[in-house]
Nanobody, 125 residues
Framework: QVQLVESGGGLVQAGDSLRLSCASSERTFSNYAMGWFRQAPGKEREFVSAISWNGGRTNYADSVKGRFTISRDNAKNTVYLQMNSLKPEDTAVYYC??????????????????WGQGTQVTVSS
């Protein structure tokens, strides 16, 4: 499994932006597809976005399409989630995840076998 550490969360106002980062010490990080999920209080974990090993394929949940952008820098072993035009309903703990299927941009949590500890994002109205 891959060790993942998220950062960049915080408290912002509606309309603001945040950039989340997920760093790994895994030497073969570029072999993994990466995903972002989130979980709000009292709700199930939901898919946010995913990116293939080289960034050639991406996938977004409808709720974030046009506002969030996923990217990765394999030289830095890091995946990013740029979140713009944040809404109160984006409030959640955000988790990054790694999938050994390099080309996957799946929204299913079951294809990811490594998870970070999460970072809290709170958007006030």
């Amino acid at each position: 499994q891959v060790q993942l550490v998220e950062s960049g969360g915080g408290l912002v106002q509606a309309g603001d932006s945040l950039r989340l980062s997920c760093a790994s010490s895994e030497r073969t990080f570029s072999n993994y597809a990466m995903g972002w999920f989130r979980q709000a209080p009292g709700k199930e974990r939901e898919f946010v976005s995913a990116i293939s090993w080289n960034g050639g394929r991406t996938n977004y949940a409808d709720s974030v399409k046009g506002r969030f952008t996923i990217s990765r820098d394999n030289a830095k072993n890091t995946v990013y989630l740029q979140m713009n035009s944040l809404k109160p309903e984006d409030t959640a703990v955000y988790y990054c995840a790694a999938s050994p299927n390099s080309y996957s941009v799946s929204s299913s949590p079951y294809v990811y076998n490594s998870w970070g500890q999460g970072t809290q994002v709170t958007v006030s109205s």
